[in-house]
């Protein structure tokens, strides 16, 4: 973590706030650790988890993965059996699972021109009102990897009664994209 700090540190002081390419492949280290899964075991996905449109994609929600492509836990109401922090590691993990299901469908993150909007939505327990800290730990990843200039979108974070499979969270974006790159 303090690693991937320092390194956007070094790229923003050298392109003016945006990491270079080497810097956002060494990001995407992350990422191979996580599987090219399509769906969790057991849980298949009779749509895409996202679409191309000209110079738009829509990723479909996405929800925290283990690196087999399992379904990563905690599992409940977040201020019930989810901490706050447990779930805000939880949207990180669905950055994760979302950025490798658009390095598989685009063939680089590289082809990210900018990132348009985020849309999350949080397991809630009754009253529970900090659905933005839980959205943090995606914004903050997203932010990381792509710096200010790519990385800054809109975004919602809305507290609803309950996620499929019992999910903490679930996220869908809209990016923009480059042609394919020679």
Known sequence: MV???TLQ???????RGRPCHGCRRKAGRALHRLAAAEAAAGHGAALSLGERRGDRAYVSGHGPQEPDGSLAGPFGAVGESVSLEEARASARKVGLSMLSSLKRELGSLDRITGWCRVH???NSAPGF???PVVMNGFSDLILEIFGPEIGRHARTAIGVAALPF???VEIEAEVMIKERMA
């Open 129 to 131: 009102t900090q659905t």
């Open 120 to 122: 999350g939505m949080v």
């Open 3 to 5: 690693a991937a700090r």
């Open 166 to 168: 019992d999910l903490p």
């Open 9 to 15: 540190w070094r790229c923003a002081t050298r392109l």
